[in-house]
């Protein structure tokens, strides 16, 4: 069974950091792109952050470029996101996902999805 757990949320203060990361089991991403994705309450699931299977290129949603970092460390079958600078617009429940088939802007394009951890910006 894949499983895809995502831990790091919380609450931050406007301008403060928080670390996100994703633990998958039950099958290996190791050749497969990876990301993060949010929803806030009443809007649609927006991109994050992406990288590739080996690292090598990451891709990131216009909200976040600058300030966000996505990493995966496939010896451990992980990947992490450093996201600094924080805003309260960042406010949203942050999920983990693997395989996009297509378009990995499109939330509906990733196959594999973890529950989600919720982080909370305040001003």
């Known amino acids: 069974q894949v499983k895809m757990v995502e831990t790091g949320g919380g609450l931050a203060q406007a301008g403060g950091s928080l670390r996100l990361s994703c633990a998958a089991s039950?099958?290996?991403?190791?050749?497969?792109?990876m990301g993060w994705l949010r929803q806030s309450p009443g809007n649609a699931c927006e991109f994050a952050a992406a990288?590739?299977?080996?690292?090598?290129?990451?891709f990131y949603g216009n909200a976040v470029k600058g300030r966000f970092t996505i990493s995966r460390d496939n010896t451990r079958n992980a990947m992490d996101l450093q996201m600094n600078s924080l805003k309260p617009e960042d406010t949203a429940n942050y999920y983990c996902?693997?395989?996009?088939?297509?378009?990995?802007?499109?939330?509906?394009?990733?196959?594999?999805w973890g529950q989600g951890t919720q982080v909370t910006v305040s001003s």
């Open positions: 996902a693997a395989d996009p088939d297509g378009d990995y802007t499109k939330s509906d394009d990733w196959r594999f």
């Open positions: 039950g099958r290996t991403f190791n050749y497969y792109p």
């Open positions: 990288i590739t299977w080996s690292g090598s290129s990451t």
